[in-house]
């Protein structure tokens, strides 16, 4: 497993390398867990990455080819779909839509109010995988729901100087908090530079959680951290 997203309801729904499917969880996390989404148009998806709840209910994810080039992440085989996309899966219709496609998409995140979407794509990251050549992407995209119901065109949100965006949250306020590989860098919904963590580790992933939801986790190679925010 890879990414992990909480639902309203306490249901955990999971993107799975192994069984290149998106899984759903109970709110206790008994039991084996469920393969909801495995293929797009009767194709197998990639290698599922990460993955959001929207304020709608709707679940964003990620499908690059990580897990299935690097026998570390999952395991070796031929992607059966010619793309790398982002995808919208609502739970209540069953139905999947195909929003975006990218060099290799990796994290995903909903604005609080659900109308902004963003994506990373690390491309960049594919000259650590043998046989494949590093792609020129290190960045986060950023989309807009419009009055008709339809996906803007991606828009570049910011870039990485150092490694490349995996995994990143929005919180409250609409301010992005993105993973590199010198810590965690703090923007606002308006692409102003507001802050930077520095860690000695290269940053992994990061999510809100506690009591109050400020208090920040973060995955920096074999350790985790917790930081409690003043607001």
């Keep these: 497993m890879n990414g992990n997203a ?24 008994r039991g084996e867990p469920e393969p909801i989404v495995t293929h ?4 197998r998806l990639n290698s599922p990455n990460d993955i959001a709840v929207a304020p709608d209910g709707a679940i964003w ?31 209540t219709l069953g139905s999947l839509d195909r929003i975006a496609d990218f060099e ?5 995140a909903v604005s609080p109010d659900g109308r902004s979407l963003y994506v990373s794509d690390t ?9 494949f050549s590093a792609g020129a992407k ?9 009055p008709d119901g ?16 995996d995994g990143f ?3 409250a306020r609409g301010w992005v908090w993105v993973s590199a590989g010198d810590g965690v860098h703090i923007w606002s919904g308006a692409r102003e530079r507001l802050g930077y963590i520095p860690i000695d580790a290269t940053v992994s992933n990061l999510c809100f959680g506690g009591c109050d939801g400020r208090r920040l986790f973060i995955a920096a190679g074999a350790r985790l951290f917790a930081i409690d925010l003043k607001a």
Excluded at 6 to 20: F, L, N, Y
Excluded at 123 to 131: D, K, N, Q, R, T
Excluded at 138 to 146: A, N
């Design 6 to 29: 909480v639902a309203a309801d306490g249901s955990v729904w999971h993107c799975e390398h192994g069984r290149r499917c998106i899984s759903r969880s109970a709110p206790d996390l």
């Design 104 to 108: 290799q998409p990796n994290g995903v």
């Design 169 to 171: 949250a929005v919180d």
């Design 123 to 131: 491309s960049l990251s594919l000259g650590e995988v043998p046989g």
């Design 61 to 91: 994810f990620t499908d690059p080819i990580f897990g299935i080039i690097m026998p570390s992440q999952g395991a070796l085989a031929d992607p059966e779909l010619d793309h790398r996309s982002v995808y919208r899966f609502d739970p």
């Design 150 to 165: 339809k996906w803007s065109n991606g828009e570049r949100f910011c870039r990485t100087d150092h490694g490349y965006p």
């Design 138 to 146: 290190h960045e986060v995209q950023r989309f807009h729901l419009g």
């Design 40 to 43: 797009y148009l009767g194709r």
